[in-house]
């Protein structure tokens, strides 16, 4: 019997990060989605095999972060990287022209980008599923401003918005900054923790300068601050001492950023899985004034998903199972959840049908209330009831 040595696992696994992180950083896209999946098959080891549920946990977020990357990875997005390769079919949108078109003259160029793109990415809000409220606040802080600015400065004071996405996580807040990014089809910048936390202390601060200097470069703009717990935690708390001065130094940058000449709509989105870490400064005032709660999927959300992953062969759904009986027993999941679900499921059922060609029976198959009861009964949910009653505390403001 092979004796599973979590150490040496934890070791590799670390190792196997470190390779992923300078990868990307180099720009090396396929390398780094090699040891990026070395590292997500590490950690789900790490996850079948540790018995200490706080630690269990933290691998389980770790597994959820390298997932998203990759996602990004697909999409052409290399968060470790200032530069940013054209997400597919990018070209089409035209997005870098008009993005180019929206540069505040009187601020001049100058300087390559290093957090921004022009570039938009293909994804829109008609790829979101469900958030009818948080699309709704969208439409009304972020792209109404900025299509009909004159009317906006008629009703509100400062151009633009600052919005915090708080949520379970897999729930869409990245993706709703992509594709709020899309819809704009303006200059946008992602900022992971790790784009800002350095082991040099000073580059952090001089690193938020660089990205508000960017900033101010466009008329139109988004700047999405990603896992902002881990970027701004409560100054009170032990993981506050790397994070101290860069809070400091983005609250500087923030005020005065949206009292700029009329006609320049800046839009500052921050997203967070534990609003009740960050310090307090940043959800007072006109800091992130604007607090939208993207939680779980409803019936519909979940209807729009099943969906959109039988949207390619529609027959998949001609077995003994429905739509509607998966959007019943995927209630409680988050979106990425649910989307993994799906796709094990459709694994189930190729590896039938493959069987099927092997034998010389050239049916294709269904996936089936089997394959559902399977995959649920192995399948760990990301998100806890306890974590959502968090949440609940932390909208009626008890934590
Ligand atoms: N509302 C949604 N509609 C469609 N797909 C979604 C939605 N939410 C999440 N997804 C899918 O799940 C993936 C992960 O979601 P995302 O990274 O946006 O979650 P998140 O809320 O930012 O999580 P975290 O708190 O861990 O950062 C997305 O890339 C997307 O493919
Ligand atoms: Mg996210």
């Known amino acids: 019997m092979t004796v599973f040595n979590f150490d040496i696992k934890r070791k590799s696994y670390e190792a196997a990060l470190k390779m992923t992180q300078s990868a990307l950083a180099a720009g090396n896209i396929e390398e780094g989605k090699y040891y990026l999946s070395s590292a997500s098959g590490l950690c789900a080891q790490l996850i079948a095999n540790c018995v200490v549920e706080p630690m269990k946990r933290r691998y389980e977020g770790e597994l959820h972060k390298l997932q998203s990357l990759s996602s990004s990875l697909e999409k052409g997005v290399n968060p470790f990287s200032g530069e940013r390769s054209a997400p597919k079919g990018v070209a089409e949108t035209g997005g870098a022209s008009r993005a180019g078109a929206g540069r505040a003259e009187a601020q001049g160029g100058g300087g390559e980008l290093q957090f921004f793109s022009e570039k938009a990415p293909t994804t829109t809000l008609n790829d979101v599923a469900g958030l009818a409220e948080v699309k709704k606040q969208i439409r009304l802080r972020v792209l109404a401003p900025l299509q009909n600015p004159e009317l906006y400065s008629k009703y509100m004071d400062d151009a633009g918005c600052r919005i915090l996405m708080y949520g379970p996580p897999g729930c869409g807040k990245s993706f709703v900054a992509e594709a709020?990014?899309?819809?704009?089809?303006?200059?946008?910048?992602?900022?992971?923790?790790?784009?800002?936390?350095?082991?040099?202390?000073?580059?952090?601060?001089?690193?938020?300068?660089?990205?508000?200097?960017?900033?101010?470069?466009?008329?139109?703009?988004?700047?999405?601050?990603?896992?902002?717990?881990?970027?701004?935690?409560?100054?009170?708390?032990?993981?506050?001492r790397h994070t101290k001065d860069?809070?400091?130094?983005?609250?500087?940058?923030?005020?005065?950023?949206?009292?700029?000449?009329?006609?320049?709509?800046?839009?500052?989105?921050?997203?967070?899985?534990?609003?009740?870490?960050?310090?307090?400064?940043l959800i007072r005032g006109k800091r992130f004034d604007t607090h939208i709660y993207v939680g779980l999927p409803d019936a519909e959300a979940r209807a729009f998903l099943v969906r959109k992953a039988f949207s390619k062969n529609a027959s998949l759904l001609g077995g003994d199972i429905g739509e509607e009986r998966m959007v019943d027993v995927l209630d409680g999941y988050s979106c990425a959840d649910i989307s993994t679900i799906l796709g094990k499921m459709k694994e189930k059922a190729f590896e039938r049908t493959l069987e099927n060609f092997e034998r010389g029976v050239g049916s294709e198959e269904p996936v089936t209330e089997r394959d559902l009861e399977e995959v649920m009964a192995s399948y760990r949910n990301s998100v806890t009831a306890e974590s959502l009653e968090l949440f609940k505390s932390f909208e009626n403001g008890e934590i």
Do not use: M
Request: glycine share 6%.
């Open 180 to 240: 709020i990014a899309g819809e704009l089809k303006c200059a946008y910048a992602i900022i992971n923790a790790s784009d800002l936390l350095d082991k040099y202390v000073g580059e952090g601060p001089k690193k938020v300068v660089q990205i508000f200097k960017e900033a101010e470069r466009f008329e139109k703009c988004l700047i999405f601050f990603d896992e902002l717990d881990s970027l701004f935690a409560s100054r009170e708390s032990d993981d506050s």
């Open 246 to 281: 860069i809070l400091t130094t983005f609250l500087t940058c923030l005020s005065g950023f949206h009292e700029e000449k009329s006609g320049c709509v800046r839009v500052i989105i921050g997203a967070t899985n534990r609003p009740w870490a960050l310090d307090t400064a």
